[in-house]
């Protein structure tokens, strides 16, 4: 495992939280609440930035402790969590929260659990009630929505987060390779502009999706929540 020194997150995302309106309170960790979070959540209630308004039928914002030292992230929701508006619900979900559970000792409140796009992503945007219909989020899609988490760590300040995915770890390191090569390494990143001397460890495994379609998987998945059980005993 190695510290690979990646540095922050790409310029064109950090730009877009410099630009986005701000909500936040607090300046440091010890400060962080539940004010400054909900009042992100309640400015984006409406959110109408990008395409995939049209078609939601929730928002799914995130949810956990507003003070957690652990985030997750996903690539963003699908057919139940737009439905029930939560994150990481339905089987996949019940995985995480086995995972935060059984793995890390911890209560799924306990840390904070979002995706990269709050929308749904829909291959057919004229049917939410239909199954099988996720797509990624186009690039433009994830710009428009990158504020919005940058707000959420800035609340947060976790002291680490783990991507869940591929396309998660990919969008955060700004990477091309995929899971298989960014899994098993710890990043670390420095993702808000307006603090860069806030620092978070980035450690990347996969979706839940993937550890049930691939059972395999969950062994070295089990490693990577061991090194994130490991920067938090730190
Ligand atoms: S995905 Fe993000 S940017 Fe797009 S409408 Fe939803 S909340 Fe707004």
């Not at 783990?162 to 390494?185: F, Q, V």
């Not at 450690?203 to 969950?218: E, S």
């Amino acid at each position: 495992m190695r510290d690979t020194g990646i540095n922050e997150l790409p310029s064109s995302y950090r730009a877009l939280v410099a630009a986005a309106p701000r909500a936040k309170e607090k300046t440091s960790a010890g400060s962080a609440g539940r004010a400054p979070l909900e009042k992100i959540k309640k400015e984006y209630a409406e959110c109408l930035m990008c395409p995939l308004a049209k078609s939601r039928l929730r928002i799914v914002f995130g949810e956990g402790s507003p003070r957690a030292r652990l985030m997750f992230i996903g690539e963003g929701p699908g057919f139940t969590e737009d439905h029930l508006g939560r994150p990481f619900v339905g089987r996949s979900g019940n995985l995480l929260s086995d995972i935060i559970s059984k793995g890390l000792k911890m209560k799924r409140e306990d840390v904070y659990i979002t995706n990269i796009v709050k929308c749904h992503p829909m291959k057919d945007p004229s049917d939410p009630e239909k199954h099988s219909n996720d797509r990624p989020p186009s690039p433009d899609e994830v710009s428009k929505c990158m504020p919005i988490l940058l707000r959420q760590i800035d609340a947060i300040r976790p002291e680490v987060i783990c991507t869940l995915g591929s396309p998660a770890a990919k969008i955060m390191l700004d990477r091309k390779d995929g899971i298989s090569n960014l899994r098993g390494k710890i990043f670390d990143i420095h993702p808000l502009k307006d603090d860069p001397c806030y620092s978070v460890k980035l450690v990347p495994t996969f979706h839940p999706a993937y550890l049930l379609r691939n059972p395999p998987a969950k062994k070295p998945a089990w490693e990577d929540i061991k090194v994130v059980l490991g920067l938090l005993k730190k």
